[in-house]
């Protein structure tokens, strides 16, 4: 075989152990927008405060902060209609674990390794 086979059959060019590879980075995504002035302060100050690395990482902690509260409040509605449309059988076997677990907790010592 030439020089062309034996290339064919190596393996792959995997590159260092220092480079990035597809995966290794966190996919960034271009915004560009415009937003009123005081979004754009509360961004800025973030950053002068340190609570974010650029504006960029502010809007990422902003939006994941919006993200989980959005979370909590569908996970609060969930948990509203599954409540309300039990059995009355059911809520009662609900109270009966809520009281149980209750008195569980009570008697364990949560500052105990």
């Given at each position: 075989m030439g020089a062309v086979g034996t290339a064919l059959r190596?393996?792959?060019?995997t590159g260092d152990s220092l480079s990035?590879?597809?995966?290794?980075?966190?996919p960034r995504k271009k915004l560009?927008?415009?937003?009123?002035?005081?979004?754009?302060?509360?961004?800025?100050?973030m950053v002068k405060a340190g609570?974010?690395?650029?504006?960029?990482?502010?809007?990422d902690r902003t939006v994941e902060i919006a993200r989980r509260l959005?979370?909590?409040a569908t996970l609060e509605r969930q948990t509203a209609a599954y409540f309300r449309g039990l059995t009355s059988k059911?809520?009662?076997?609900?109270t009966d674990?809520?009281?149980?677990?209750?008195?569980?907790?009570?008697?364990?010592?949560?500052d105990q390794p």
């Open positions: 190596r393996a792959p060019c990035p590879k597809i995966g290794d980075v966190p560009s927008t415009t937003i009123g002035a005081s979004n754009y302060a509360y961004l800025h100050n609570r974010a690395e650029s504006v960029g990482a502010a809007v959005d979370s909590r059911a809520a009662a076997e609900e674990l809520e009281d149980a677990l209750s008195a569980a907790s009570q008697e364990m010592d949560f």
